[in-house]
């Protein structure tokens, strides 16, 4: 029997120029939510991050530092696990582009489409960015020769490439799009992709000539493959490929279901990419999707440069939950947001400190109080009428999250906190209990069993925070004391 297919999600293989910031973390943060809500659910996951760590760019960045690149490319990845590991990123694989399994992949990949014609030897005349370690054509660069990422001077080159040729899968990806309406994604992006395919696409360079840092073209060692092409081979690379078998790894992971990135990234996720695979004769991932990107508020560029803000400051301040909350609360996914520690400061005081915390503080302090210590371990027909009604929620939230509309499905558990403290508000449990106790027990009851599903409901997003909630309330055994716990978000003075 073959393993079943696992649900396969990706983050790019991040490039080493840059330590991990605030967008990198949203990336790598969604796939985990994804990756945790389903495997909650019974899924089995394969989630895959790394690092990028050839490239012009990032031999210069470590030669001016006075590192060996490889050295560079190393203390980097180190640093992005360093700060998954603090964000509480559960992934499967950290693929790196400089390991050797990945290199034999790449120069496989580029002998077999030199084979088929799919690549081919040219010369290129136009112009370079060293920052984004990419060529640019004449028209692609509308303000004076301005590269449109870094807005500094591209460089005129005229210079020996291997061309991928792109323009051969024109007609292909405009009938893969208009097959699978769900690849392109959020929809509000797919329209300039769609533009961009019909307006024609011209082939690319893929190699260059003479920079050192990168993998060889096996059969033309004067050529390194291109940093980004060589960053996307490592999808399959990660996913256990090897171009003369199948291996069962890869059968068990191929295709992607979704590839997330920023949406500086969804040209090259929503066109070359498949376009790649085409050229390999191998399944298209399921989704692309392009998330939007995070100014640091006061500074426009803060992100994208080596000034940007690391989340480790936030993260200090608030904790981790707190922003990892905050980061998929604040903006919907596929739009872009601005980070000032004073939105942060507001989500914390109103949703986690007051809403949730207040609430699981309060029904811990109750049941301890009235219900003689002892939570029940099941829901009782007669008493759960909030706990069935939420419940209802539990397949929307789900899609939500599966769909990736992390706001909305935040949004849903906010009303629902915010209904269950007003709740215990207008039940006055204090004259409840003089009056009548059996409704008291009945109602407390109700409400350990809404907090059970919202500590469910939280986990993808906040694991920590839903831990404790369980073991709070003793977990899903039941009939057990409540624990008397620190609250889940300490008022800020
Ligand atoms: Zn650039």
Same mark, same amino acid.
């Given at each position: 029997?073959?393993? =079943?297919?696992?649900?396969?999600?990706?983050?790019?293989?991040?490039?080493?120029?840059?330590? %991990?910031?605030?967008?990198?973390?949203?990336?790598?943060?969604?796939?985990?939510?994804?990756?945790?809500?389903?495997?909650?659910?019974?899924?089995?996951?394969?989630?895959?991050?790394? +690092?990028?760590?050839?490239?012009?760019?990032?031999?210069?960045?470590?030669?001016?530092?006075?590192?060996?690149?490889?050295?560079?490319?190393?203390?980097?990845?180190?640093?992005?696990?360093?700060?998954?590991?603090?964000?509480?990123?559960?992934?499967?694989?950290?693929?790196?582009?400089?390991? =050797?399994?990945?290199?034999?992949?790449?120069?496989?990949?580029?002998?077999?489409?030199?084979?088929?014609?799919? @690549?081919?030897?040219?010369?290129?005349?136009?112009?370079?960015?060293?920052? #984004?370690?990419?060529?640019?054509?004449? +028209?692609?660069?509308?303000?004076?020769?301005? #590269?449109?990422?870094?807005?500094?001077?591209?460089?005129?080159?005229?210079?020996?490439?291997?061309?991928?040729?792109?323009?051969?899968?024109?007609?292909?990806?405009?009938?893969? !799009?208009?097959?699978?309406?769900?690849?392109?994604?959020?929809?509000?992006?797919?329209?300039?992709?769609?533009?961009?395919?019909?307006?024609?696409?011209?082939?690319?360079?893929?190699?260059?000539?003479?920079?050192?840092?990168?993998? %060889?073209?096996?059969?033309?060692?004067?050529?390194?493959?291109?940093?980004?092409?060589?960053?996307?081979?490592?999808?399959?690379?990660?996913?256990?490929?090897?171009?003369?078998?199948?291996?069962?790894?890869?059968?068990?992971?191929?295709?992607?279901?979704?590839?997330?990135?920023?949406?500086?990234?969804?040209?090259?996720?929503?066109?070359?990419?498949?376009?790649?695979?085409?050229?390999?004769?191998?399944?298209?991932?399921?989704?692309? !999707?392009?998330?939007?990107?995070?100014?640091?508020?006061?500074? *426009?560029?803060?992100?994208?440069?080596?000034?940007?803000?690391?989340?480790?400051?936030? @993260?200090?301040?608030?904790?981790?939950?707190?922003?990892? !909350?905050?980061?998929?609360?604040?903006?919907?996914?596929?739009?872009?947001?601005?980070?000032?520690?004073?939105?942060?400061?507001?989500?914390?005081?109103?949703?986690?400190?007051?809403?949730?915390?207040?609430?699981?503080?309060?029904?811990?302090?109750?049941?301890?109080?009235?219900?003689?210590?002892?939570?029940?371990?099941?829901?009782? *027909?007669?008493?759960?009428?909030?706990?069935?009604?939420?419940?209802?929620?539990?397949?929307?939230?789900?899609?939500? @999250?599966?769909?990736?509309?992390?706001?909305?499905?935040?949004?849903?558990?906010?009303?629902?906190?915010?209904?269950?403290?007003?709740?215990?508000?207008?039940?006055? %449990?204090?004259?409840?209990?003089?009056?009548?106790?059996?409704?008291?027990?009945?109602?407390?009851?109700?409400?350990?069993? #809404?907090?059970?599903?919202?500590?469910?409901?939280?986990?993808?997003?906040?694991?920590?925070?839903?831990?404790?909630?369980?073991?709070?309330?003793?977990?899903?055994?039941?009939?057990?004391?409540?624990?008397?716990?620190?609250?889940?978000?300490?008022?800020? =003075?």
């Amino acid at each position: 029997m073959p393993e =079943p297919k696992k649900f396969f999600v990706t983050t790019p293989l991040y490039r080493v120029n840059h330590r %991990p910031h605030i967008d990198h973390a949203y990336t790598t943060l969604a796939a985990d939510v994804l990756a945790r809500h389903l495997r909650a659910r019974g899924t089995e996951v394969f989630f895959q991050t790394g +690092t990028g760590g050839h490239g012009a760019d990032v031999a210069r960045t470590a030669a001016a530092r006075g590192s060996a690149p490889k050295d560079w490319a190393d203390g980097i990845s180190a640093d992005f696990e360093r700060a998954w590991k603090l964000l509480n990123v559960n992934y499967d694989r950290f693929t790196r582009t400089t390991g =050797p399994d990945h290199e034999r992949g790449v120069q496989d990949a580029f002998e077999r489409m030199l084979a088929s014609g799919d @690549i081919y030897p040219g010369s290129y005349s136009g112009y370079y960015c060293a920052s #984004c370690d990419d060529f640019y054509g004449e +028209t692609e660069l509308p303000e004076g020769g301005l #590269c449109p990422v870094h807005r500094k001077k591209a460089e005129a080159v005229s210079e020996d490439t291997y061309f991928f040729r792109l323009s051969k899968y024109q007609k292909p990806l405009l009938e893969h !799009y208009a097959a699978h309406p769900g690849f392109l994604a959020p929809k509000h992006r797919a329209a300039e992709i769609i533009d961009l395919v019909r307006s024609g696409l011209r082939d690319i360079p893929v190699s260059r000539a003479g920079a050192a840092w990168g993998v %060889p073209v096996r059969s033309d060692l004067k050529h390194t493959v291109q940093a980004w092409f060589d960053a996307l081979l490592g999808y399959l690379t990660g996913a256990g490929w090897q171009a003369d078998r199948e291996t069962a790894e890869f059968r068990s992971l191929w295709p992607a279901d979704v590839h997330l990135a920023g949406k500086e990234f969804f040209r090259a996720h929503a066109v070359a990419w498949p376009a790649m695979l085409m050229a390999l004769g191998l399944p298209l991932p399921g989704k692309v !999707y392009a998330h939007g990107r995070w100014t640091i508020e006061g500074d *426009e560029t803060a992100g994208q440069g080596d000034a940007a803000v690391s989340p480790a400051e936030a @993260i200090k301040e608030y904790g981790t939950d707190a922003l990892r !909350y905050f980061l998929f609360r604040e903006v919907p996914f596929g739009q872009d947001g601005v980070f000032s520690t004073e939105a942060l400061r507001q989500r914390y005081d109103s949703d986690l400190a007051d809403g949730l915390g207040g609430l699981f503080s309060r029904v811990i302090e109750l049941t301890g109080r009235y219900l003689d210590s002892k939570l029940p371990d099941k829901p009782e *027909e007669e008493s759960a009428r909030t706990f069935a009604r939420l419940r209802a929620l539990d397949a929307d939230i789900a899609l939500d @999250i599966e769909e990736l509309r992390f706001s909305s499905a935040l949004d849903r558990i906010r009303d629902a906190v915010e209904e269950l403290n007003s709740g215990i508000d207008s039940r006055k %449990p204090g004259e409840l209990a003089r009056t009548d106790p059996a409704a008291l027990e009945a109602f407390l009851k109700d409400m350990v069993w #809404c907090l059970r599903l919202i500590a469910g409901w939280i986990y993808p997003f906040m694991p920590d925070t839903s831990a404790r909630m369980q073991m709070g309330m003793g977990g899903t055994r039941g009939g057990v004391e409540p624990q008397r716990a620190a609250p889940l978000f300490p008022r800020k =003075p």
